[in-house]
Structures are given as C-alpha cells and as structure tokens.
C-alpha cells in the first residue's frame, strides 16, 4: 500500500522555524516530483511547493519564497520542508502529495500535520 | 499566477441528482486541470487529471470536460457518499493554483 506519513507539526511562535517529514512507504520514491500544501483551518487548498524527481529543481509559493526550502533524500524516501520566518497566516495543515509534475495531479495524499505559529 | 474560479461555492443537492460544477481559469491552461474530492476531516483524493482522465479507481459517475478557460466535473448520479467539497487545480504553470473549492451538501 502507497502511504505517505507527515510528522514535524506543532506550535511556534511568529518569527521561528519548523522542519516537516513526510516518510513515504509503498512506492519508487526516486520516481515521482513530491509536492506540499497546506490548509487553513476552515479554508481551501494552497499549494505551497514542489520538488523533481532529483531534486534538482523546486518552486514555491510567492509568500513563502525566501523562507521555506523543499528537499528530498531519495535513498530515505523523505521529504523535507524547512520553514523559517514563520509568520500566523502560515498556519494550518501542511500535507505532503505525490505529484506535482505538469499535467499530472497529486494522487497519494498523507493525513497531514498541523502548523500553529501564534504568540 | 494563473487564478481558478470556480462556481457556485456550494449547492445543495438530493441523492440521484445531476450535479455540474465549473472552473474557469483566468487564462488558458490548455487541459492541465485537475478535480480533487474532500471529506471532513480527510485528506483530498484526487479524481480527474488532465481535465477528463479518470485515476483507477474512481467511480465512472464522475466525469470532466473542458479546455482552455473552461472546465466542468459532472456527477451523474449523487450518491450518498459523495457529499463533500470539490477543488480543481491548474497544472500548466507555478504556483499549481485551486480553486476555492465547491461544498456539494444534502438537500
């Protein structure tokens, strides 16, 4: 079973960092671009960022542009999302999806982990 | 960025019912859209990429059109499990942009 598992949520203070995990299991995690986006609770999807299969070409989010780095280590079948600067409205949750390449949509999806940034 | 509008923002439907929602996008992104399905509390599942092919798996009374600016997904026959919120995405360019999502609720 394709399953993707994200941990590294939690509560920060306006200005801090967090780094999230998604660990996937299940699937050739070299072979698809990985992808994160968040929700603010009680609104839509957002997407925030995405990954090649090497790792070596990334985009953001305008808004986070600067602040946030999205990584993989293929050999551990994880991705990564530093976040630095934080700031409230970057609350919600953060799910980590396989996908992202053009033309293709986000078809493994994991529960997500809650990102709280509050004083 | 590419900005995706979708309508209505919720409808109330019964059981059985032909449902239509739309999704313009503010310039053409040819069919690199995508329809995700949403459940309280669940992570989105994705039904249609490529704005018409259905992922295995998916229920053949899901359905998409469109190209260009214009897009629909189309469920034939609701069916009770199919109450929750829908999200298109556009895939031609960065950022991968949504829609604000439309909440399909019991009449």
């Known amino acids: 079973e394709v399953q993707l598992v994200e941990s590294g949520g939690g509560l920060v203070q306006p200005g801090g960092s967090l780094r999230l995990f998604c660990e996937a299991s299940?699937?050739?995690?070299?072979?698809?671009?990985m992808s994160w986006v968040r929700q603010a609770p009680g609104k839509g999807l957002e997407w925030v960022a995405h990954i090649k299969q090497d790792g070596t070409e990334q985009s953001y989010l305008d808004s986070v542009k600067g602040r946030f780095t999205i990584s993989r280590d293929n050999a551990k079948n994880s991705l990564f999302l530093q976040m630095v600067s934080l700031r409230v409205d970057d609350t919600g949750l953060y799910y980590c999806?396989?996908?992202?390449?053009?033309?293709?949509?986000?078809?493994?999806w994991g529960q997500g982990t809650m990102v709280t940034v509050s004083s | 960025d590419i900005q995706m509008t979708q309508s209505p923002s919720s409808l109330s439907a019964s059981v059985g019912d032909r449902v239509t929602i739309t999704c313009r996008a503010s310039?053409?992104?040819?069919?690199?859209l995508n329809w995700y399905q949403q459940k309280p509390g669940k992570a989105p599942k994705l039904l249609i990429f490529a704005a018409s092919t259905l992922p295995s798996g998916v229920p053949s009374r899901f359905s998409g059109s469109g190209s260009g600016t214009d897009f629909t997904l189309t469920i034939s026959s609701l069916l009770p499990e199919d109450f929750a919120t829908y999200f298109c995405q556009q895939s031609f360019t960065d950022p991968r942009t949504f829609g604000q999502g439309t909440k399909v609720e019991i009449k």
């Open positions: 999806a396989r996908g992202g390449s053009r033309g293709l949509g986000l078809d493994v």
């Open positions: 310039r053409t992104i040819d069919t690199y």
């Open positions: 299940g699937l050739i995690f070299s072979s698809p671009w």
